[in-house]
């Protein structure tokens, strides 16, 4: 069973913390879980995602992306997956709060504990277009099938 | 026994030859066995005072083996004598030969003494021990000891100090600089030394360097010099191999003629015998330190650089900028055996003819022994506020022969760098700088890898030295794990300021860098702990302030290393 965390719940803040001890600011925009496989789509700014992007937190290596780029000249938006084998540490289907409960040093918070299946900037429409929708440009990753066949 | 005045005339060369220091050491050693052993009551010496006898003979005979060891030259297996000194040395080998005649007599006197019998004394007399040896010879002994192999390996304790453990660093810069508005000159002096593995690296570089500032902000700068680096097992091994250097570059020179190469290198000697002198002596150390060690190496040579330096934000923050080209010599093992067949072997002139073992001919110089390399170095520098880092490339091309007359080159150094720095107070040193520093530098040098990369791939001419591979990115990740090492393990790292001893007002730094060499594919990550002092005056010229002298002092100690050829990381 898919669910969706509430608006009004979202978006919030969320530290990460990287193991050396720096933390990673993130805005949670949306999660979902569906057992083992708990996901959340967090926005970090431009900043933030230099550093992710060169020193490939949330597992984001270099040689598991697929083609494609961002260009980090605004804000950049990131899918992730927890670690299954992490999953059962969360109780019922409020990630948010689950995670935003736990002590930063909690593995659950660690970037390593993430792997980013998905990443994505906006892409500047024509005036024309604006209010038709969306399109974001950016790279998958491979995790997502192998974290399926784990 | 030799009376002084006998042993005076029997060494004497003349009235226009000063007495060496083992003569004198030898005239004060003769008076005091006079004196403590008259002929007239040896027998009345106890079996004590007979073997006591006995050791200060043996003091008297050293010395004089020490002056005419000094004196002579193995050649091919012949053993050559200073020509100079003739009569001195027979007086020495009398000597020598009334000692031992003594010694025999005062061992035939212990004996006697302990048994009422000379039957039977020992009269082996090839290896007497000296028990406590007197002031005037332990003197004379560490004089000659030194200048047996080269009065600069007593320097070599200098090195060994100021980089006493594996990984440590030390350096001294100095500058002078003459404002002459709106330009300066400056004299540069920077000695360093640092100790990785097992072997030690210390150079020395000279320099001048000129400029003038454009506006209130920046400097722009031209400067000149030269340099002498060594890298061997030992400090001693470093300076004899700087010293080495100094004496090829000389024997390889027309001018500089062996009136002054004979003595600095001969012992103080002069003509043919001091020309093969040092000759024997710079064969001696291709044999001891190239013979035994395959990674001793000395380099010489000249640079010259184009640097500015622009004040982003006053005292807060700055930028350096610097391109640096040399040109020198390399020697080492491999460069000799090229050169002339074999470590330890006759020099040859530069016709490429051996030259004789007899003594030098004036005017011809020697052939190099040494592979000419050029050099290129950039690097880009900032400093703001706490925290200072850059990055650096180096490239660099060998010798590989003549072409038509002209020198070809293979390009075989290719490595970038870079670091991050932050200086703290002391007492503020803990695991949250290094949280801070990581991530930073990380993120630093997998920017200048990508960089690089991407130039790479962009430029198909750049990869065919097969220096760029595809493993590179793989590099990048296995940096990238450094953030992931949990910051509990760092904090045995972070700096006690009450264990390391430092002075108040010491300036502390926390540095973290790296480096990829494209030639070996090697990565290293270091992580260091110093600290320096500097001293500085600065006088007001043309409405600058400008800093006249600055020296700065600076060591540091390395924490951890890692390295990684490809097969996972390897901590030191």
Redesign the interface.
Known sequence: MEADVTASTLPATLDFQ?????TVATRVLQTRRDGDDVVVVVEVSQEEW??ID????FNL???RRNPGTVSGTGAVQIVMQLDPSLADRIEGDDVITALSALPLDDQLRST?SWYGLEVTEAVELPPELADKGEVRQGFTTTWADELATR | MMSTVAFDEATSEGWFTASSKAQKTIRTLLDSYHISYPWESQLKMAAAEAASAVERLEEIRRTARLWITDHEVLVSGTTKADPKRVKRRAGMDLLVGACEGEMRVMRDLEHFKSTGGVKGADQDISAVTVSQESDAFTKIKQKYTGDAVSGFRKLGFLIDGAVPMDGDKSSITMEITVPIPPGFISLEFEAEAQRDGERVKAGITVGVSGGASVGSIAKLGVGIGCYLSAKAKTGADVTELMSYALYRRCQESVLVPREITSPLWGGGRSGDFGWVKAEEWSKGVETRIFGADDGAEVSSGVYGKLTAEVEVSKDLASLGFEVKGTKGTKIDKQSIEKAKGRIGATNNISSGVAMSDGGGVRGITQASLGVKNLGLETSAKFEFGILSGGITAEFGWSQTGLVAGKPTYEFDTFEIGAALAGRMPMNKMA??A???L???L??TI??VI?GSTQAAQAETAARSGGAITAEV??Y??AI?E??????QT?QPFAADPASAGLDVGSTVSLELSGSFDFMKNELAVELRLGKSSALSNAVKAGGDVVQVFKVDISQSSRLLKLSNTGGGWKLT
């Not at chain 2, 450094?482 to 910051?487: D, E, F, G, N, T």
Request: zero cysteines.
């Open positions: 990287v193991p050396v001890g720096s230099e550093l060169l020193v490939m937190y290596l270099w040689d390593t | 695991g949250d290094i949280a801070a990581i991530p930073n990380v993120g997998n920017k990508r990115g793989s990048a990740a990238a450094l953030a992931s090492v949990p910051k760092w």
